[in-house]
């Protein structure tokens, strides 16, 4: 549930604070006053698109932050018993940045998307529209029975994925076999030389680093035996450490305290003991073989030539000898591995097939339970006898989309007799707006932790339909939030929040939208001024009489 919209520097508005509450909240205003900008602040917090052409003039930032409270992921729904609040912010700067925050933390546009876009559903002033286009109605059933629809769907999907998989693995298959014969003759060549010279991981960067020693063995012998001898002759380095800690061994008996330097000659000499071992050990592995370095020179020639021709790299030419290695095993065989990957992909088509009707028959079994809700929810409307259906048609196989092998539409009959036809063939813009009310008193049922917006949902209705319209809104915000825009008082009147959208002028910053919370008396006045465009006694009195007879309907 939205609990607060602040609102600074967009638009005409300087500042505005917004406190809401559950059931049903109306906004109002004059023509070109700034209600939809409301709207749009609320859908900058939600992910929307902004641009620095929302400033307020002279403004170099303008912020928006709205404040939800929701249930906590714990399967409960009551509010009150365990929630959770989420605080988002936007701004929007000069130059079109934006900063956005998400519960105190800096976030991004993506993420207010994925937190707070579930939380509000808003249509606007258009949105019936969307009932025109048949690819809507899909997903209207799909909404409205989700539990029911879901796993058919999801199980329709991954069997669609698999055989996108075996369909794709098949082709590049065949467009391997397709290779012309002088293609396939030259990659048997390469493969041929390259398996010859048989490249390992990373050999030529091994032997440019074995051959500084190969080329250099006679001096390397004799450095190192002079290393080995400064250590390890009579007289050198080990002997003297040998005398040193005879000495301390003698000494120790008069000063306790040379131990510790007793330790660290007796860890030296350990130290080069182990070293002289290993000069020892090298100087008896030096290759003195000129036959040796010029193998190596050799094969180091032979890898970078195959680099040359085939590389540029030595790994490169040993995943070239992969796929070429691949491509012969393939032609080898073509007719047995064409063969094994039809029927993969036969396979996979026949499971996507078997899902393709487990996801229509779960369809069919809930299109009944939805267009019976959908009349219900009509029937308060003002709409008469009217009759939905659903058309199914099935698509060929080629056709079949993520969303499933069928196209489906809504029909339309406005009376008992009438036959059903599409609805953007027969209805009216006031019949598609309270069809659209009527359609989303059935989805908000599936989810009432959302907070419903609509903008002029009411638009080309009046009068009785009007009262209709806005019982219907009454009754949708009994269990959920519900905000509405609207332009008709019969609407406004049935509002347990009213709020007022007004532009005045200031002197020094121009126009300016306000928006101030009505009661009493001063709601009295808006109805009025809704009803008849003025606040005279007489039109006082009607709009009274209005929000009176709301009350004895209600209550």
């Known amino acids: 549930m939205l609990e607060e919209l602040h609102i600074r520097d967009l638009a005409l508005i300087e500042e505005v604070w917004l406190p809401f509450d559950a059931g049903l909240t109306v906004l109002t205003g004059e023509t070109g006053a700034g209600k939809t900008v409301l709207l749009s602040a609320l859908q900058l917090v939600m992910g929307g698109r902004g641009d620095a052409g929302m ?22 729904d009551d509010l009150d018993a365990d929630a959770i609040e989420v605080v988002a912010a936007r701004s929007l700067m000069e130059g079109g940045r934006n900063r956005c925050v998400l519960n105190g933390d800096l976030s991004t546009v993506g993420a207010l998307a994925d937190r707070v876009g579930p939380l509000v559903e808003l249509h606007g002033q258009h949105d019936h529209q969307k009932l025109l286009h048949p690819a809507n109605h899909l997903d209207y059933l799909d909404r409205s029975a989700d539990a029911q629809i879901a796993p058919a769907r999801h199980a329709y999907q991954e069997m669609r994925e698999a055989w996108q998989v075996a369909r794709a ?6 467009a391997r076999l397709a290779l012309s014969a002088e293609q396939l003759e030259a990659g048997r060549i390469a493969l041929e030389e390259i398996e010859r010279i048989d490249p390992q991981a990373g050999e030529d960067d091994e032997i440019r680093a074995s051959l500084p020693a190969l080329e250099n063995a006679e001096e390397l012998a004799e450095l190192l035996g002079a290393a080995h001898g400064a250590l390890y002759d009579e007289g050198a ?66 890898l970078e030539g195959l680099a040359k021709r085939f590389g540029p790299t030595l790994e490169a030419v040993r995943a070239l000898r992969e796929r070429l290695a691949a491509t012969a095993a393939v032609t080898d065989n073509a007719d047995e591995a064409l063969t094994a990957a039809g029927v993969k992909e036969d396979a996979a088509r026949g499971a996507l097939e078997d899902a393709a009707g487990a996801l229509t028959a779960a369809r069919k079994r809930c299109a009944a339970d939805f267009l019976e809700q959908l009349g219900a929810a009509a029937a308060p409307l003002q709409l008469g006898q009217v009759r939905f259906d659903f058309s199914f048609e099935d698509l060929p196989f080629e056709r079949w989309t993520a969303a499933g092998p069928q196209k489906l539409e809504i029909l339309y009959a406005p009376t008992e007799k009438s036959p059903l036809r599409p609805l953007a063939k027969i209805a009216s813009g006031g019949e598609l707006s309270r069809v659209m ?24 209705i009046g009068g009785a339909v009007g009262a209709s319209v806005g019982r219907a809104l009454k009754e949708l915000a009994r269990d959920r939030q519900v905000i509405v825009v609207t332009h008709l008082a019969q609407v406004a009147a049935f509002g347990d929040a009213h709020y007022v959208v007004s532009k005045k002028q200031d002197d020094q910053t121009g126009a300016i939208t306000t928006v101030v919370a009505v009661s009493g008396e001063e709601r009295v006045v808006e109805i009025a001024r809704m009803l008849a465009g ?22």
Do not use: C, W
């Not at 006082?540 to 004895?552: E, I």
């Open 55 to 76: 400033l307020r003039p002279g403004a170099r930032a303008a912020q928006v932050e709205a404040q939800f409270r929701v249930a906590a992921a714990t399967g409960d």
């Open 169 to 174: 693995q098949r082709e590049a298959l065949q």
């Open 237 to 302: 380095v080990l002997d003297l450490l040998q005398s040193a800690r005879e000495a301390l061994q003698k000494a120790e008996r008069f000063d306790a305290a040379l131990e510790a330097l007793m330790a660290q000659i007796s860890e030296a000499s350990v130290l080069l003991d182990d070293a002289a071992d290993g000069l020892r050990d090298r100087l008896g592995r030096i290759e003195h073989d000129p036959a040796a370095l010029e193998a190596r020179l050799n094969r180091l020639a032979a």
């Open 437 to 460: 009310l009527a359609l989303q008193t059935v989805l908000g049922a599936s989810d009432e932790q959302k907070t419903l917006v609509f903008d002029e949902i009411d638009s080309g």
């Open 534 to 555: 003025e606040t005279s006694e007489a039109a006082l009195a009607y709009a009274r009489q209005v929000l009176a007879g709301v009350q004895r309907v209600l209550y």
